[in-house]
């Protein structure tokens, strides 16, 4: 018998509480090595994110790749590690992980389906609680110390009272709702439109996979009305699909601009697609599986204890303070036609991101890990890909768990590099780049 009783409820004044050591805002690739690290250290974390779904940019933008994990040279070690090593040995696992030469460095293509699972999965054994669809309305700040943050979800309004924060954001989101100060850039750095195509000619891949169809885009965009003449398009072996990265688009920091961009994104995407299909043979019959979340990056960042200069990466210089390292090219993304790119010559080049540049300047328990560091935007264009943002995120727990009442101006630097110490010295030959 089916039960048809309903009840008569009003909204009441009532708000969820929920106390916790560290807040974690942002759940991409920055934001899950931090609440991972941060539970898996014993801390109660709670963990944060605008979107109904984990996994920011490394799932929902179908990003395809992973950048900066590995060193440069004719054979690129990897240099990031901790839980990183489980999300890259299940992907490997499961088969939808593939390593391919780029840049003279190696980049990992990547099931994103898989990987947000193995993030869901992870996250919810390490007893992390997690927030989805959740909007920061009010950030709290009290003696330089972030006390709550005040956030509004579909369910209802929830305050959460926190020890310490991770700005994992992207957009310096707490920073900006705590009323503090953070960074524009005067010239805008495009984001950009990923889509999957599928329906392709998988027989002729090597027609149109890699950098080589940008000569095609360099040709033909004005007749298509696109906005870049640069990017490649990465196929996917075994699995019939390719990440195409060819489009540039604006990011806005008002509501109603970003919605534009996302729409114009979509636009520019399907415009590719029409080049493709008209310029490529084995692209006749290829159509757009799926369109990503808009991949933003640079909106906002902090203003923190110290700015990570361009300098400073081409030196290579390591700093007291370090904490994660990459030797990612500089890829600035700061013109509508095209990407900007700044190579190391040397093989063994390796740069460093600084605690001081990820500890905002004007509060103590208050953290960014991911492309919401501080740093000029040349240093930016080089440290905010996956690689660095995992290690980051690794980071920010380590730093907030040594630091539970003091300030995170004033960590013990040897401890915590004494905990770092894979993420700054080790080195791996990964299985799946044997012979790559």
Not at 61 to 88: K, W
Not at 112 to 139: H, N, Q, S
Not at 194 to 201: A, K, R, S
Not at 311 to 336: I, M, T
Request: aromatic fraction near 6%; proline fraction near 4%.
């Amino acid at each position: 018998m089916i039960d048809k009783r309903t009840r008569t409820v009003r909204k009441t004044a009532d708000k969820s509480i929920i106390d916790a050591d560290v807040c974690v805002v942002g759940a991409g690739a920055a934001g899950l090595m931090a609440a991972l690290t941060s539970a898996r250290l014993g801390r109660r974390t709670v963990l944060l994110d605008a979107m109904p779904t984990l996994g920011g940019q490394l799932v929902g933008t179908l990003l395809g790749t992973i950048c900066g994990l590995y060193s440069n040279g004719p054979e690129p070690v990897r240099v990031t590690f901790g839980a990183v090593d489980e999300m890259l040995g299940y992907l490997d696992r499961a088969s939808a992980l593939h390593a391919r030469r780029a840049l003279d460095t190696i980049v990992l293509q990547y099931d994103e389906m898989l990987c947000g699972r193995w993030a869901e999965t992870a996250l919810v054994e390490a007893k992390v609680d997690i927030l989805l669809g959740a909007i920061i309305r009010e950030v709290r700040l009290d003696d330089r110390r972030i006390t709550s943050l005040e956030v509004a979800t579909r369910w209802g309004d929830v305050s959460i009272r926190c020890g310490g924060v991770v700005d994992a954001s992207g957009d310096a989101t707490v920073a900006w709702h705590a009323g503090l100060e953070v960074r524009e850039p005067v010239t805008p750095q495009w984001g950009t439109q990923m889509v999957t195509l599928e329906g392709f000619d998988p027989s002729a891949v090597a027609e149109f996979d890699g950098f080589g169809i940008a000569d095609l885009l360099k040709k033909r965009r004005a007749e298509y009305g696109l906005a870049r003449e640069d990017g490649f398009i990465f196929a996917f072996p075994g699995r019939d699909v390719a990440t195409v990265n060819m489009t540039h688009m604006p990011n806005p920091t008002d509501p109603s601009g970003a919605t534009r961009a996302t729409l114009d994104g979509r636009d520019q995407a399907d415009r590719v697609l029409a080049l493709l299909r008209a310029e490529v043979p084995s692209m006749r019959s290829a159509r757009i599986r799926a369109y990503g979340m808009p991949g933003i990056r640079q909106t906002r960042w902090f203003v923190s204890a110290h700015q990570l200069t361009i300098e400073e990466v081409r030196s290579g210089a390591r700093p007291d303070d370090a904490v994660a390292r990459c030797s990612w090219p500089v890829e600035a993304h700061d013109r509508a036609e095209g990407v900007s790119w700044e190579m190391f010559g040397a093989p063994e080049h390796m740069h460093y991101v600084p605690l001081r540049s990820m500890v905002h300047r004007d509060a103590d328990n208050l953290v960014a890990a991911g492309r919401c560091i501080d740093g000029d935007t040349a240093a930016l264009a080089s440290v905010r890909v996956m690689g660095p943002c995992f290690a980051m995120g690794q980071a920010a727990a380590h730093a907030l768990d040594l630091s539970p009442r003091r300030s995170l101006h004033n960590v013990d630097l040897s401890l915590l590099a004494s905990r770092l110490r894979p993420n700054l010295d080790h080195a791996h030959r990964d299985s799946w780049t044997l012979g790559v």
